[in-house]
């Protein structure tokens, strides 16, 4: 009888495959600066791990999504990081123009002023009433938010091309979901899943990415999409839901704690929503996580974020000044909490990486 070599081969694979647990990587939200910060951890992670920090499952919300749609395309994180931190002309390069197009700022402009417009054509309403009263009345005319995500959109999808990527979910060998929520439904939903999966992976970014108020809602086949943030951090149970016994979650947003600086009353309105935004994303990532690791008992789940005291605010979340300060931070801060805190979530995951791990 002819030995097949070949359905050997895939026989063990398989046997392989089942007796390595599942990793998962789920990479949170926060803009611009965020993903940055991602992109730096990643880069860490791969750095002590001898490797490319493969994963069998990525999770990726909102500027997660852009950083976890390259890395289940088998990017490595510190390809990306070279890309962005030499400015190299190169697709994975995340600049202003990967966000904004060239007349971003006319049009937000545009909707700013439509904006005042709203607000003055129901001022008496204001001076009758209340203020809330005045907006609710202006509420058909103000603009759905300032900027779009269509610059975005196809810079996801111009650089898949360029990389030889996939923009397709089905292609991957790995596991990709992107959450968002769709508004009018107020339901999470996620794409790489169900019928979902039909959907391009740079549309699935963009609407994972759409802040409320900054960004439009970003409309797939007749449906509002935005920040798959709103509500949810992390989303970490998608990837013990898909099988995953190992799950890093990056969360790069903490909320900012310096002592003996300007007190943020005194920074100003854009400092105050910002520490606030970072204190809501913090709670819901501790609730989720509790209730997760609930929910999923044999599975293991490792936090890697900021020290609170050493976070930073580098500047908006969607501004790009800081992006190289936050990218290297990202990695120095991490292979820091890596040699001292981060020791059991290497030693696990060298145990994962394993062919034979159980």
Same mark, same amino acid.
Request: charged letters at 20%.
């Given at each position: 009888?002819?030995?097949?070599? @070949?359905?050997?081969?895939?026989?063990?694979?398989?046997?392989?495959?089942?007796?390595?647990?599942?990793?998962?990587?789920?990479?949170?939200?926060?803009?611009?600066?965020?993903?940055?910060?991602?992109?730096?951890?990643?880069?860490?992670?791969?750095? !002590?791990?001898?490797?490319?920090? *493969?994963?069998?499952?990525?999770?990726?919300?909102?500027?997660?999504?852009?950083?976890?749609?390259?890395?289940? &395309?088998?990017?490595?994180?510190?390809?990306?990081?070279?890309?962005?931190?030499? %400015?190299?002309? @190169?697709?994975?390069?995340?600049?202003?123009?990967?966000?904004?197009? =060239?007349?971003?700022?006319?049009?937000?402009?545009?909707?700013?002023?439509?904006?005042?417009?709203?607000?003055?054509? &129901?001022?008496?309403?204001?001076?009758?009433?209340?203020?809330?009263?005045?907006?609710?009345? $202006?509420?058909? @005319?103000? =603009? $759905?938010?300032?900027? %779009?995500?269509?610059?975005?959109? !196809?810079?996801?999808?111009?650089?898949?091309?360029?990389?030889?990527?996939?923009?397709?979910?089905?292609?991957?060998?790995?596991?990709?979901?992107?959450?968002?929520?769709?508004?009018?439904?107020?339901?999470?939903?996620?794409?790489?899943?169900?019928?979902?999966?039909?959907?391009?992976?740079?549309?699935?970014?963009?609407?994972?990415?759409?802040?409320?108020?900054?960004?439009?809602?970003?409309?797939?086949? *007749?449906?509002?999409?935005?920040?798959? *943030?709103?509500?949810?951090?992390?989303?970490? %149970?998608?990837?013990?839901?898909?099988?995953?016994?190992?799950?890093?979650?990056?969360?790069?947003?903490?909320? &900012?704690?310096?002592?003996?600086?300007?007190?943020?009353? &005194?920074?100003?309105?854009?400092?105050?929503?910002?520490?606030?935004?970072?204190?809501?994303?913090?709670?819901?990532?501790?609730?989720?996580?509790?209730?997760?690791?609930?929910?999923?008992?044999?599975?293991?789940?490792?936090?890697?974020?900021?020290?609170?005291? @050493?976070?930073?605010?580098?500047?908006?979340?969607?501004?790009?000044?800081?992006?190289?300060?936050?990218?290297?931070?990202?990695?120095?801060?991490?292979?820091?909490?890596?040699?001292?805190?981060? $020791?059991?979530?290497?030693?696990?995951?060298?145990? $994962?990486?394993?062919?034979?791990?159980?």
């Amino acid at each position: 009888m002819k030995f097949d070599m @070949d359905l050997l081969r895939r026989a063990m694979g398989f046997w392989r495959s089942r007796q390595r647990p599942r990793r998962g990587l789920a990479l949170a939200g926060g803009g611009v600066i965020g993903g940055m910060y991602e992109v730096g951890a990643i880069s860490a992670l791969e750095e !002590r791990l001898n490797s490319a920090a *493969g994963f069998d499952v990525y999770v990726g919300c909102s500027a997660g999504a852009v950083v976890a749609s390259f890395l289940a &395309n088998g990017v490595a994180a510190s390809e990306v990081f070279r890309a962005i931190d030499q %400015d190299l002309d @190169d697709p994975l390069n995340f600049r202003r123009n990967a966000v904004y197009a =060239p007349d971003a700022f006319r049009h937000a402009a545009g909707r700013f002023g439509r904006l005042v417009w709203a607000v003055g054509k &129901n001022a008496m309403k204001g001076l009758r009433g209340s203020v809330p009263d005045m907006l609710a009345s $202006a509420e058909r @005319d103000l =603009p $759905a938010g300032f900027f %779009d995500l269509s610059a975005l959109e !196809r810079f996801m999808r111009e650089a898949f091309a360029k990389r030889g990527l996939s923009n397709s979910f089905d292609a991957l060998e790995r596991t990709l979901l992107i959450p968002a929520v769709e508004i009018d439904r107020a339901q999470r939903v996620v794409f790489g899943q169900g019928e979902l999966r039909r959907v391009p992976i740079s549309q699935a970014v963009a609407a994972s990415s759409a802040i409320p108020g900054f960004f439009e809602p970003y409309a797939i086949d *007749g449906r509002d999409y935005v920040d798959g *943030g709103v509500g949810w951090s992390g989303h970490a %149970d998608l990837a013990a839901e898909a099988g995953a016994r190992v799950v890093v979650v990056v969360s790069p947003l903490v909320p &900012n704690y310096e002592t003996g600086v300007v007190p943020l009353r &005194n920074r100003g309105l854009y400092s105050i929503m910002e520490q606030a935004s970072r204190i809501y994303s913090q709670n819901l990532l501790q609730l989720g996580l509790a209730t997760v690791q609930m929910k999923y008992p044999r599975t293991e789940f490792f936090l890697i974020q900021p020290f609170q005291a @050493d976070a930073q605010m580098f500047g908006p979340s969607m501004g790009f000044e800081a992006s190289r300060a936050a990218l290297r931070f990202g990695y120095e801060s991490t292979k820091a909490w890596l040699a001292d805190q981060g $020791a059991p979530l290497l030693r696990r995951l060298e145990t $994962a990486l394993l062919p034979f791990a159980v």
